[in-house]
């Protein structure tokens, strides 16, 4: 069984022209097993049992014997474990401790501070770092809260790099990401180096996740992951991260847009960042030059990942995404909706999302476009949008001036009509008017009868 690193790993060899006997052999496999995971007839990382697991039911014991105790013996816990009715040997049980990872890392036992640091070599086209950059305080024209996001890749030979500005570190922004800076950057390295990030490894197991495996494969690397507590090991970018917070947004006006400050970003990094002098044995030379040299090999079509960001219609029924205004109808105007790109398409869509405006449901396609270049400017509109909203402006309008505040308006012959029919009524009100009124004096007579004298004391 080949794990998820090495299916990756033969795939990315496989697109960089080995033969199946060359790869077989690179790692120590059969021809017929790598035959079988590149048809797709195998799955990495999944392995039929065969026979019964007689370590399953100690897994638990050893599991919390190691967390009690990191530095337990290993020969101690298999004397512990044959009392208790193991059966197998002493290679099988320490190689199902290291399969499950049940010892725990003795954090305190491996300092990061006061070691010495190796000098690390990066071959030309080796290597790409990647890491992500939070910005504090964005642009409120921007929309995106307290943080932006910079994704940062540099390659490790040369240092040149690259960063683009995203809304979120979500995975379908991370490839996203990716796909634009390594097209920047000229083209693919064989490894792309990432450092502990979700999106890439799973935190519980240290590997490469399944969802990041494909886009892996996708694009021929292989995902070097950097190992814990050794933020040397992917120098380059940190570096590059540093330079991003300080000369780039540090000095970034308020009144800048997304493709403005994405624009500003491209153009220091070509005039300044690969103009940076490098020495070598040929003599001082550029980054920029440095980068050119590298062999890297071309990026193919973008990973169908799909991105999805959220938007407020404007008054004139438009949605603003990356640098560009698209129409939806009328009636969504001042709503929330959600735009959709599938990357690599050459359409846009809009949805609708929860909420008032949408009802209950959400996630329902209004309206979908040609996709325009970033920060172009441009105004797609459909025609039936234009008509909706023109008829709708219309019936809205008036030619009628505004009211005038100090005016005089006495009562309408109607409201005078309907007030004396209040005033004066007639009929049976009347009579009934005219009975309410009329008292008998016989009767305040009889009540103040024996009335006119004090009561005695």
């Not at 105790?69 to 002493?90: N, Q």
């Not at 062999?295 to 990942?305: D, G, S």
């Not at 009347?430 to 009868?449: F, G, K, N, P």
Request: overall charge positive; charged content about 20%; hydrophobic content about 40%.
């Amino acid at each position: 069984m080949l794990t998820r690193e090495d299916d990756i790993d033969v795939h990315a060899l496989r697109r960089q022209g080995w033969t199946i006997t060359a790869i077989a052999r690179h790692l120590g496999r059969d021809r017929k097993t790598i035959r079988a995971y590149l048809s797709g007839d195998r799955e990495a990382g999944v392995r039929a049992r065969t026979v019964p697991d007689s370590f399953e039911v100690f897994a638990p014991y050893c599991a919390q014997r190691l967390a009690d105790d990191p530095h337990l013996w290993a020969s101690t816990l298999f004397d512990e474990v044959r009392d208790l009715g193991y059966d197998g040997s002493y290679p099988t049980m320490t190689r199902q401790i290291r399969v499950r990872g049940l010892r725990p890392a003795c954090e305190p036992c491996r300092p990061a501070t006061g070691r010495p640091i190796a000098v690390i070599d990066h071959p030309p086209g080796e290597e790409t770092q990647w890491d992500w950059v939070e910005l504090p305080d964005p642009p409120a024209s921007w929309g995106w809260g307290a943080q932006a996001h910079l994704l940062v890749g540099a390659l490790s030979h040369s240092g040149a790099w690259r960063g683009v500005l995203c809304e979120s570190e979500d995975q379908p922004h991370l490839v996203d990401g990716l796909d634009r800076i390594a097209r920047a950057l000229g083209g693919l390295t064989r490894d792309w180096r990432f450092d502990r990030m979700a999106t890439v490894i799973s935190p519980g197991t240290g590997k490469v996740s399944a969802s990041f495996a494909g886009v892996a494969k996708h694009y021929g690397v292989v995902v070097r992951p950097c190992p814990p507590r050794r933020g040397n090991r992917k120098g380059v970018v940190e570096k590059a991260n540093h330079v991003a917070a300080q000369r780039f947004w540090r000095t970034l006006p308020d009144d800048v847009s997304i493709e403005e400050a994405q624009a500003r970003l491209d153009t220091w990094c070509a005039r300044r960042g690969d103009a940076r002098v490098r020495s070598t044995e040929a003599g001082k030379t550029t980054v920029g030059a440095l980068a050119a040299a590298e062999l890297l090999r071309p990026v193919p079509a973008p990973f169908p990942a799909t991105l999805s960001v959220e938007r407020t219609v404007s008054a004139q029924a438009l949605v603003s995404f990356r640098g560009n205004r698209y129409s939806v109808p009328p009636e969504l105007a001042s709503a929330r909706v959600s735009v959709i790109l599938h990357l690599g398409a050459s359409t846009v869509d809009i949805a609708t999302t929860p909420g008032p405006a949408a009802g209950a449901r959400g996630g329902i396609i209004i309206a979908r476009h040609r996709l325009a270049s970033t920060g172009a400017g441009a105004m797609i509109r459909d025609h039936g949008h234009v008509i909706a909203l023109e008829q709708a402006a219309m019936a809205a309008a008036t030619s009628a001036g505004p009211h005038r505040g100090k005016v005089r308006r006495p009562p309408s012959r109607t409201a005078l009509d309907a007030a004396a029919a209040l005033v004066a009524p007639t009929g049976t009100q009347t009579a009934a008017l005219t009975c309410a009124v009329v008292v008998d004096l016989a009767v305040y007579a009889a009540a103040a009868a024996g009335r006119n004298t004090l009561p005695p004391r």
